[in-house]
């Protein structure tokens, strides 16, 4: 259920033109604390511009992106990421010369807070993905779910207040997805508020408790899971007009 108080994240009007394509146009939702929500739509809908634009790597046109009382629209990436906003990417991004365990410290280079808390370990963060004793391995040695999940402890390493999760279950196998799932849904449960870019539908209906569905840079749907999933836009948006669906 939606916490009545404050969004720790609130997205108002983000545009985002490349020449003539209006790529995110006038977004507006919200991810309230220990929310997941999911940020849907078709291919090119938009989503991983949002992200990019929430975190930083891209600038936007027009619009806010707050975060508690901050507005960050336009903050450059490491400023972003100081004040805990931390991501994943749609095509896993690791560190493949280094080990894990420095993959991970490259993390908590940009998190101040790590210098004076002293549970905050590499060890510690490794393991919380399932990764422990995996301190001194290559990266370029992982599995592809174990690349995710030290792209995921690097996140983590940021102790962030909000979680942009770029499609992180793609590509994982039934048994792998279970796993997938259960670590997200242990971080929600820890407080961690997401928003996650997601196709997986199992995934979408287990672990979103609401949904914020994009077509064509637009929203068009934004409410609990069940009743955005059968939506006649949104349905419409995902597999085309009715006649021809």
Known sequence: MMSSSAPILKVEGLTRRFGGLVAVNDMGFTVHAGEIVGLLGPNGSGKTTAINLISGVLQPDAGRVVLGDTDIAGWPTFKIARLGVARTFQLVRVLDGMTCGDNVRAGLAFNQRARIESDVSVDGLLARVGLADHNSRPASELTYIDRKRLELARALALRPSVLLLDEWL??????????????????????????????VMAAIRSLC??????????RIADGPTDTVLRDPAVIEAYLGAPEHA
Do not use: F
Not at 172 to 198: F, T
Not at 209 to 218: E, K, T
């Open 170 to 199: 793609a590509g994982l196998n039934p048994s792998e997805l279970q796993i997938g799932i259960a670590l997200i849904r242990s971080l929600k449960d820890e407080g961690l508020s997401i928003l996650m870019v997601e196709h």
């Open 209 to 218: 408790s609401r949904c914020v569905v994009m077509s064509s840079g637009r």
